[in-house]
């Protein structure tokens, strides 16, 4: 199976911070476009942010100003860096890459399982 892992996942306090982690094996990210999507219960899956080969970025209005996306080529990581988490930030995180930002607005790329993150007192 040609799937990714996501990891960094779990419980933070309002105004915390998380840092997701997605890696997969056959798979390099500096040769896709990596995006971080989430979906919370009755919402639709929404896509965060994207980090393009070349290293170009984009957010979301929901998240920009508050999350970074990045990857360490040498290792093989793409990351999603998650500050002054709210309440709706709460959702299962998803990494997805893709060799053509179509295919993975599409959503036709690789996947990972997903990954919890709850942000509550």
């Known amino acids: 199976q040609l799937q990714l892992v996501e990891s960094g996942g779990g419980l933070v306090q309002p105004g915390g911070s998380l840092r997701l982690s997605c890696t997969g094996s056959?798979?390099?990210?500096?040769?896709?476009?990596v995006g971080w999507f989430r979906q919370a219960p009755g919402k639709e899956r929404e896509l965060v942010a994207t980090?393009?080969?070349?290293?170009?970025?984009n957010y979301s209005d929901s998240v920009t100003g508050r999350f970074t996306v990045s990857r360490d080529n040498a290792k093989n990581l793409a990351y999603l860096q998650m500050n002054s988490l709210t309440p709706e930030d709460t959702a299962v995180y998803y990494c997805?890459?893709?060799?053509?930002?179509?295919?993975?607005?599409?959503?036709?790329?690789?996947w990972g399982q997903g990954t919890q993150v709850t942000v509550s007192s």
């Open positions: 997805q890459a893709a060799r053509l930002w179509a295919t993975l607005l599409e959503g036709d790329g690789y």
């Open positions: 980090i393009f080969r070349s290293g170009n970025t």
């Open positions: 056959g798979v390099l990210l500096d040769r896709h476009v």
